[in-house]
C-alpha cells in the first residue's frame, strides 16, 4: 500500500518556466559572438557604396524613432526599457569579458546611445528651448551651447574609442645587433632640485641597451647667471656618473627650444626624451626599438605614470581606490587613437626619429604643448606613430592643488592653441587622414568643458533663486527623455572605461578646473599668441594642513549661491504648486552638483604629508642580516627612506639591522635599517616597519636603482578596480568626512633582540651595594632587565628620581670581562601586575592616517603582544632555571633603561658588540 507521502513524492513536479545555465550559455554566445561574427564577414563583402547605402538607409528608417512624441507614460516605459537592455548588455559583457565581446557590445551599445541621444535633441530644441524673453532666452541659450558640447565630447569619444589596439613588443634579438640604431637619451631640466635630476639620470644609465650604441645627455637649460651653484653642482653630478651635460646660451622657446638645441650637436638616430623626474625602468629600449624597424614610425609614445598621489588622491584621501586623471587617456584614449595612427606624442617617456623630427624643424614651438603639436605636424608628413601601453617611466606629479592647476592650464592653454592655429578638423592644407583629424580635433577642443560644466551647476539655482527657466516644462517628460540619454551614455562608456575613470569622477576634475580652463582657452582663441610656458613645480612637501582658497574662490562662490537656492525650495512648493515638477528636479539637480562642487572644493584642502618619502606597494625580496643568521622575506612597500618587510616567523633581531633589497632584474641594495616597531598578522607573520639609517651616497644610488628601475612590471599596470556607480557617488559624498578625520598614532611593539644574560647593577642610592639581574632584551637604545626585588628597600624612589645607573653586562655571570655601560632609568614595574606581566615592551608609536579599528587589527594587536609574551616567558624560565630560584619564592621587577643620547658616541661601538655576542 503506498502511503500519502509517497504519493506527493511521486506527483510529477510542475515544469518552471525558464532556461537553464547552459541554455543562457548558448544564447549568450549565439547573441555576442556568432551574430556579430555573420555581420562582420556579410559587411566586409560589401563595396563601399553599398555600405553607404545600408548606412543611409538605416539613418533614414531611424528618424521616425527620433521624432515620435508618445505620451508621458508611454515615454516613461521606452525610457525604462532602455535603461533595462543596457544594463543586460553590461551583464553579457561581464559574463563573457573576451576583448571581441567587449567590442561588438560596445559598438552595439554605442548605436543605441546615439540613437537614444538624438531622440533627446530632438525632443529638447522642438519643445522646450525657451526664448519668452531676453534673460530666459539667454540663459536657455548658454545652457543648450554647454549641452551641444557635452554631446559632441560624447560622440567624439565614441569614435576615439571604437578600437582600442593593444601592441605587443618587437623583439630586438630578431635583428643582428650592428643593425640596431643609436640612441640618445636627453634629460631637459631647469631648475629642479639637482638629486631628481640625479636620480633620473642613474636610471638613464642603467638602461640595458648596448654601450656603444647609448649616451645620456642632460641637457641643463637654468640660466648660468641664475642658477650658477645649481649648474655647477649638475655638472659636478653628470661628470661623477658618466653623462653628458649640454648647455645653451639661452632659454628661447624652453624645453622645445633646449631639446632642439642638443638635436644638432647628438649623433643618434633616436632619441629618448625624459622629463628630469621620470626614472626609466632598465629594459625601456629593449621593448620600443623593435618598433623603429619600420621605417615608417617617427615616434613610439608610452604612459606616464606617477608613483606619489597627486592632489586629488591625497587631499580627498581616496587612497588609491579611484583612477587618477591620466590614467583614462593613456590607458584607453592614446589606444583608441593608435586605431587611427593618431597616438600623440607628450614630450616624455618616448623615443623619436630625429630624421623626421629634423624634417619639420625640429620639436613645434607655436605653442605650450610642444608634444602634441609636434605629433600632429608628423603625421601631416604621413609618418606612423606608436603606442605601446607599458609603464616604464615613474615620476613625480604636482604635490600641491596650484601646482596641479598650472599644469593642467598650460595643457589647456596649448591645445586651444592648436585648435586655433592649425583648425585640424577643416584645414585643407593638412595631409591628415579624416580618424586623425576627428582624433584632434577631440583632443585640441576637450578642455573647453570649463564655462559648460559651470552652466550646469548655476542653471538650478537660477531657476530656484530667479524664476530663470532655461528648460521649458521641466518635468516628467523631460526626465524620460534625459535619463535614458544620460544612463545610456554611461553603460556604453563602462565598457572601455571601467577600470580607468569611475563614474561622476570626470565632473570633480573638470569642475576643479572649470574657472582657469574656461579662461585660458577663451583667451587662446581670442589670440594664441598669450601665455608663456611654466615649468611645474615637483618635489614640494606638505607639512601641514591648509586651504588654497585662490584656486577655488570662484567654486566657493558657485557652491555657496547653490546651497543658498535650496532655501527656496519650500516657498516654491507652497506659492507655485503648479511648478512642483520643476522645483523638484531642480532641487535634485542642484544637491547632486552641490556634493561634486563640494569634493572639488576639497581638493584645495592640502593634507599634510606625513611621511619623508612616497611608499611604493612594491614586492621586493628583502633579506634581513644580524650576526651570522639572516631571514628572507618580502616586502609590503617601500621608499626611499624604509619599508615594511613580511617575515614568516617572529625573527630574534635588535632594533638596528642590515636590510638586503633585490630588484626584479637582480639588483641589490644593502643597507643599515632601525625597527622602528612590528606586529604579528593574523596569519602570525611578523611585519617589520623599518627606517633606513643614514645611508651613504652609494647606498643612496643602489636603492634608486632597486625601487623605480630594476623593474619588469610596475604595480599600476593593470587595475582591478570595477566602477560601481552607486559605490562611486556614495564615496564622493563621503569626502568631507574622510578629509577632516584626524590621524592617529598606529600600535605596534618596539623590536629588541631576546637574550640570556645578566647584568650586575651599581647606584649611588644604594650606598656601596650592587644587585643582579636577568638581562631580557637589549636594543641600540635601550635595555630590559628582571630583578629580584625582594632586598631592594628604594625601587620606589630609582622609579620617581630616573637616575642613571652603571650596569655590567655579560653572557654569563661570571664573566670577567663583562661591557660597562650607563642607561637611565625609565619605567619600574612588577610582573605579577595583570595590566604588564610579561608583557612585550613600551608600545612604539608612529603617525599614520587612523582606520577604523577592525577586528584584523585587534587581532594582529593581541597575537602581536602574544608572541613577544611567549618569548620573553621563555627566556625569563631560563634565567630563573640558571640561577636556581623559583618563580613562586621572588618577587620579580622589570625594570626598562635607555642609553643616554649624550654618550651615544662613546657606548655605541660597545652596544653593538653586546648584540653581536650575546645569545
Not at 548658454?142 to 613588443?169: G, N, S, W
Request: glycine share 4%; net charge neutral.
Amino acid at each position: 500500500m503506498t502511503s500519502t507521502s509517497s504519493k506527493v513524492r511521486e506527483k510529477p513536479s510542475r515544469k518552471h518556466i525558464g532556461i537553464s545555465n547552459e541554455q543562457r550559455k548558448r544564447l549568450s554566445n549565439l547573441l555576442v559572438e556568432r551574430v556579430p561574427q555573420a555581420f562582420d564577414a556579410v559587411l566586409q563583402a560589401l563595396p563601399h557604396t553599398h555600405l553607404l547605402v545600408l548606412i543611409g538607409s538605416l539613418i533614414w528608417l531611424s528618424i521616425p524613432i527620433i521624432a515620435v512624441r508618445p505620451a508621458i507614460w508611454q515615454q516613461g516605459v521606452v525610457a525604462a526599457v532602455l535603461i533595462a537592455v543596457g544594463r543586460i548588455v553590461l551583464q553579457m559583457e561581464e559574463q563573457q569579458p573576451t576583448k571581441k565581446v567587449s567590442e561588438y557590445l560596445h559598438l552595439f551599445l554605442i548605436v543605441v546611445s546615439v540613437v537614444t541621444t538624438l531622440r533627446y535633441l530632438y525632443y529638447r530644441v522642438n519643445y522646450t528651448l525657451n526664448f519668452d524673453d531676453i534673460i530666459n532666452g539667454f540663459f536657455c541659450f548658454l545652457l543648450f551651447t554647454a549641452e551641444l558640447y557635452a554631446i559632441c565630447t560624447l560622440v567624439l569619444a565614441y569614435f576615439q574609442t571604437l578600437k582600442i589596439k593593444d601592441r605587443k613588443p618587437i623583439d630586438l634579438s630578431l635583428y643582428p645587433q650592428e643593425q640596431w640604431p643609436k640612441v640618445d637619451i636627453y634629460i631637459p631640466t631647469y631648475n629642479e632640485d639637482v638629486e631628481i635630476v640625479r636620480k633620473t639620470t642613474l636610471c638613464a644609465l642603467a638602461i640595458d641597451y648596448p654601450a656603444d650604441k647609448k649616451q645620456v645627455y642632460v641637457l641643463d637649460d637654468g640660466r648660468a647667471e641664475k642658477y650658477k651653484a645649481r649648474r655647477a653642482e649638475l655638472r659636478q653630478m653628470c661628470e661623477e656618473l658618466g653623462a653628458t651635460m649640454l648647455v645653451r646660451d639661452n632659454n628661447e622657446h624652453a624645453k622645445a627650444g633646449n631639446i632642439n638645441t642638443a638635436f644638432k650637436v647628438t649623433k643618434g638616430d633616436l632619441v629618448l626624451i625624459l622629463d628630469c623626474d621620470h626614472m626609466p625602468v632598465k629594459d625601456f629600449l629593449m621593448h620600443v626599438v623593435g618598433f623603429f624597424f619600420n621605417p615608417k614610425v617617427a615616434f613610439v609614445q608610452t604612459p606616464h605614470w606617477f608613483y606619489n598621489p597627486d592632489p586629488f588622491e591625497r587631499n580627498l584621501l581616496t587612497q588609491g581606490k579611484i583612477p587618477v586623471g591620466n590614467e583614462l587617456f593613456y590607458k584607453v584614449l592614446q589606444k583608441g587613437n593608435d586605431f587611427w595612427n593618431a597616438a600623440f606624442f607628450c614630450g616624455s617617456a618616448a623615443v623619436i626619429r630625429k630624421e623626421y623630427a629634423l624634417q619639420i624643424g625640429g620639436i613645434a614651438t607655436e605653442t605650450v604643448t610642444e608634444d602634441c603639436h609636434t605629433a600632429f605636424r608628423l603625421h601631416s608628413l604621413g609618418y606612423e606613430s606608436v603606442y605601446y601601453d607599458k609603464i616604464m617611466v615613474a615620476g613625480l606629479a604636482p604635490e600641491k592643488f596650484s601646482a596641479y592647476v598650472g599644469q593642467q592650464v598650460r595643457w589647456a592653454r596649448g591645445m586651444a592653441q592648436i585648435l586655433r592655429i592649425e583648425n585640424p578638423l577643416i584645414n585643407r592644407k593638412l595631409n591628415l587622414t579624416i580618424p586623425q583629424r576627428i582624433c584632434y580635433f577631440s583632443a585640441t577642443s576637450h578642455f573647453f568643458y570649463g564655462f559648460p560644466r559651470l552652466m550646469y551647476a548655476i542653471a538650478p539655482p537660477l531657476f530656484l533663486l530667479f524664476g530663470i527657466n532655461s528648460v521649458k516644462g521641466l518635468g516628467l517628460e523631460t526626465l524620460f527623455y534625459a535619463l535614458p540619454h544620460i544612463i545610456l551614455s554611461m553603460q556604453t562608456n563602462h565598457i572601455p572605461y571601467k577600470h580607468v575613470r569611475f563614474s561622476f569622477w570626470n565632473e570633480i576634475f573638470e569642475f576643479a578646473m572649470s574657472f582657469q580652463a574656461g579662461i585660458v582657452t577663451l583667451l587662446a582663441l581670442v589670440n594664441p599668441k598669450l601665455g608663456s610656458f611654466n615649468v611645474t613645480d615637483k618635489g614640494l612637501s606638505v607639512t601641514k594642513r591648509s586651504f588654497d582658497f585662490d584656486s577655488v574662490r570662484y567654486l566657493v562662490i558657485v557652491g555657496a549661491i547653490g546651497a543658498a537656492s535650496l532655501l527656496a525650495v519650500p516657498f516654491w512648493l507652497w506659492l507655485s504648486p503648479e511648478d512642483t515638477q520643476a522645483v523638484l528636479i531642480n532641487t535634485f539637480w542642484c544637491i547632486f552638483n552641490l556634493s561634486l562642487v563640494l569634493a572639488a572644493i576639497l581638493v584645495a584642502f592640502e593634507q599634510p604629508q606625513l611621511r619623508r618619502a612616497h611608499r611604493l606597494p612594491r614586492k621586493l625580496t628583502a633579506i634581513i642580516h644580524e650576526g651570522n643568521q639572516s631571514w628572507q622575506g618580502t616586502t609590503v612597500d617601500v621608499s626611499e627612506s624604509g619599508c615594511q618587510v613580511l617575515l614568516d616567523e617572529w625573527p630574534n633581531i635588535p632594533d638596528e639591522v642590515k636590510i638586503e633589497l633585490v630588484g626584479d632584474f637582480g639588483a641589490r641594495a644593502l643597507l643599515s635599517g632601525k625597527v622602528i616597531r612590528a606586529i604579528a598578522t593574523s596569519k602570525l607573520q611578523a611585519r617589520l616597519f623599518i627606517d633606513f639609517v643614514e645611508p651613504t651616497r652609494t647606498q643612496i644610488d643602489d636603492l634608486t636603482l632597486v625601487i623605480y628601475c630594476d623593474v619588469k612590471e610596475w604595480y599600476s599596470q593593470t587595475r582591478t578596480e570595477v566602477d560601481d556607480p552607486i559605490e562611486s557617488l556614495k564615496f564622493i559624498i563621503t569626502s568631507i568626512k574622510r578629509v577632516f578625520r584626524e590621524f592617529r598614532p598606529a600600535i605596534g611593539v618596539k623590536v629588541r633582540k631576546q637574550v640570556n644574560g645578566f647584568a650586575h647593577l651599581y647606584w649611588e642610592g644604594w650606598e656601596g651595594h650592587s644587585y643582579t639581574a636577568t638581562l631580557t632584551e637589549i636594543g641600540t637604545q635601550d635595555v630590559r632587565l628582571e630583578i629580584d626585588g625582594s632586598d631592594i628597600f628604594n625601587l620606589e624612589e630609582m622609579q620617581s628620581t630616573q637616575p642613571v645607573i652603571g650596569l655590567l653586562l655579560s653572557q654569563e655571570e661570571n664573566d670577567s670581562q663583562p661591557t660597562s655601560l650607563l642607561a637611565k632609568v625609565e619605567l619600574i614595574e612588577p610582573l605579577s601586575n595583570p595590566s604588564f606581566g610579561n608583557s612585550s615592551p613600551a608600545k612604539a608609536k608612529m603617525l599614520e592616517v587612523a582606520t577604523p579599528r577592525s577586528v584584523e587589527l585587534e587581532t594582529a594587536i593581541q597575537e602581536n603582544t602574544t608572541l613577544q609574551e611567549r618569548v620573553a616567558d621563555k627566556n625569563s624560565a631560563k634565567l630563573r632555571h640558571r640561577s636556581g630560584t623559583k618563580s613562586e619564592n621572588t618577587n620579580l621587577y622589570a625594570i626598562e633603561l635607555s642609553f643616554p643620547e649624550s654618550l651615544k658616541r662613546q657606548q655605541q661601538a660597545k652596544i653593538k658588540r653586546l648584540l653581536t655576542t650575546l645569545n
